[in-house]
C-alpha cells in the first residue's frame, strides 16, 4: 500500500500555494529520472495538500479567456487575482469556504491510467458529500461533481483540474463548502453555460464545518485509492 504526505496549508495565495505544488511535483518527476537513468529503485513520495486560497480565478492552459467576464480593472476593484495554469479545464473560482486538495502522486505507485485517475477523485468527493446527504454525479464528458444532472437545476458543486507528467500528477479538486457563489458570476464557471454551481451551505441551508468536510475526504480518499495519509515530511 503506498503512502501519500498529508498537509494543511491553511489560507496561502494562490501563487505561493503554486509553488509548494510545483516543488514537490519537480521533486517526485525527478526522482523517477534518476530512478530509470541510474536503474535504481528508490520509492517515489506521494503527497496531499489541503488549502483555502484568497479571492482568484484561474484559467486552464486551453480555456477561452472569454469565460473571465471581468476586466483588468475590476478585478484589481473587487481584489481578486487572476493566474493562467498549466492544467486542464476552463475558467474556475476558488476563494474563502471553499476546500480545495491538491494530491501530488506518483501513479505509478497506483495506477497509470489518467481517466481513471479523474473517475477515482469525483468518486472522492460523491462519497464525500453522500455523508450530508445530497446524491453527486458525473457528467459525461465534463470533469466534477454535479447534482441534480438530468435537469434543468442541474448545477456544480466540485470542479477538478489537474496536470501530469511521467504520471506525477499535480492541481486537484475544489469543493464548495461555505462558498460565497456571487464570485462565479465573474466567470463562465468552466466554460459551461447550461449549469449552475452550489455548495454544501447553500444545499443544506446552513454552514458546514469545514474541517469536518477535510476529515470525510481524507477517509474516502483513502478508501479509494487504497493508501494511508501520514504526516508530512520535509524533503
Known amino acids: 500500500m503506498s503512502k501519500i504526505q498529508y498537509k494543511d496549508l491553511g489560507f496561502l495565495a494562490y501563487d505561493k500555494t503554486l509553488a509548494v505544488q510545483l516543488k514537490h511535483f ?5 526522482l523517477k529520472l534518476l530512478n530509470r537513468d541510474q536503474r535504481i529503485t528508490k520509492t517515489t513520495p506521494n503527497y496531499f495538500f489541503f488549502v483555502e486560497h484568497p479571492h482568484v480565478y484561474t484559467m486552464g492552459k486551453n480555456g477561452n479567456t472569454a469565460n473571465v467576464l471581468l476586466d483588468s480593472q475590476q478585478l484589481k476593484e473587487k481584489k481578486i487575482a487572476y493566474y493562467h495554469t498549466n492544467r486542464g479545464g476552463d475558467s474556475t473560482y476558488h476563494g474563502p469556504g471553499q476546500v ?3 494530491p501530488i502522486l506518483d501513479l505509478d505507485n497506483f495506477f497509470s491510467d489518467i481517466h481513471a485517475y479523474m473517475r477515482k477523485l469525483e468518486e472522492v468527493i460523491i462519497l464525500t ?15 466534477g461533481v454535479w447534482l441534480d444532472l438530468e435537469t434543468s437545476r442541474a448545477r456544480k458543486i466540485c470542479a477538478m483540474g489537474v496536470y501530469t507528467s ?14 460565497d457563489l456571487n464570485y462565479f458570476k465573474g466567470i463562465i464557471p468552466c466554460g459551461i453555460t447550461n449549469k449552475g454551481v452550489t455548495s454544501l451551505a447553500k444545499e443544506l441551508g446552513k454552514e458546514i464545518d469545514e474541517s469536518d468536510v477535510k476529515e470525510t475526504i481524507l477517509k474516502y480518499f483513502s478508501d479509494v485509492f487504497n493508501t494511508e495519509f501520514v504526516n508530512f515530511i520535509k524533503f
Open 26 to 30: 519537480e521533486y517526485i518527476k525527478n
Open 100 to 102: 480545495v486538495g491538491y
Open 129 to 143: 458529500i453522500a455523508e450530508y446527504g445530497l446524491k453527486g454525479e458525473r457528467s459525461k464528458g465534463e470533469t
Open 166 to 179: 511521467r504520471w506525477v500528477t499535480m492541481h486537484g479538486f475544489a469543493l464548495n463548502v461555505n462558498t
